[in-house]
């Protein structure tokens, strides 16, 4: 079965604090994982994609298929930052599972 | 470059009515999604176009929901009749091609309540 889990609804940090986001998936075969993020009020957008291996706004995720996880770090969380966070799989088709999304507070 | 449009943005009727929502993609994205996103949970796939081909409706409620795209272009997903349980934001998506590491673009969704 493909399946993406956020294990938490919620998370709340303090400003500068690391935050990590956590993210599993179950898939047979090479998967292609992605963050999305939801700002309040805007359009569920792309955050950052595992093949990239990019750094976008501080952010990072590596792929981890021992322990089919895909977390997404910072080190140092801004007021900014907050927001819903989905972690999604894609199959060959193109097709997006997402997780049920977690929504990161940072308080000041 | 323009984004993903969708209309109309918000949406109350009674149950057993029907409802049609309306979608124009990115300009040359010939692979088009629609999601419905109940609250609390991620976006789920109901239907995947390839220009006016349908990919994927595994996951489509047949018997009330059908969803077109016969140019290729702008599509529709229409609920007839429509049940409580398909309160949600339904959200329409684009992308150049699909699978591969082509990104979907979403739109900014329509929230329908059904009362």
């Known amino acids: 079965a493909q399946r993406v889990t956020q294990p938490e609804k919620l998370l709340s940090v303090f400003k500068g604090a690391p935050v990590e986001l956590k993210c599993n998936y179950s898939?047979?075969?090479?998967?292609?994982l992605f963050w999305y993020v939801q700002y309040s009020r805007q359009r569920l957008q792309l955050l950052l994609r595992h093949i990239s291996r990019e750094s976008i706004k501080g952010f990072t995720a590596d792929l981890n298929k021992g322990e089919t996880s895909f977390h997404l770090k910072k080190p140092f969380a801004q007021e900014e930052d907050s927001a819903m966070y989905y972690c999604a799989l894609q199959n060959q088709g193109g097709k997006l599972i997402f997780g049920q999304g977690t929504e990161l507070s940072v308080k000041p | 470059e323009a984004g993903v449009a969708q209309s109309p943005r918000y949406k109350i009727i009674e149950k057993r009515q029907s409802v049609a929502f309306w979608c124009n993609p990115i300009s040359g994205h010939a692979t088009l999604y629609w999601y419905q996103q109940i609250l609390g949970q991620g976006p789920k796939l109901l239907i995947q176009f390839q220009n006016n081909g349908v990919v994927d409706d595994s996951q489509l409620p047949k018997d009330r929901f059908s969803a077109e795209r016969l140019k290729g272009v702008d599509s529709t997903l229409k609920i007839q009749p429509a049940k409580l349980e398909d309160s949600a934001v339904y959200l329409c998506a684009s992308s150049l091609r699909p699978g591969g590491y082509n990104e979907q673009f979403f739109g900014p969704g329509t929230r329908l309540t059904v009362l």
């Open positions: 898939y047979s075969g090479s998967p292609e």
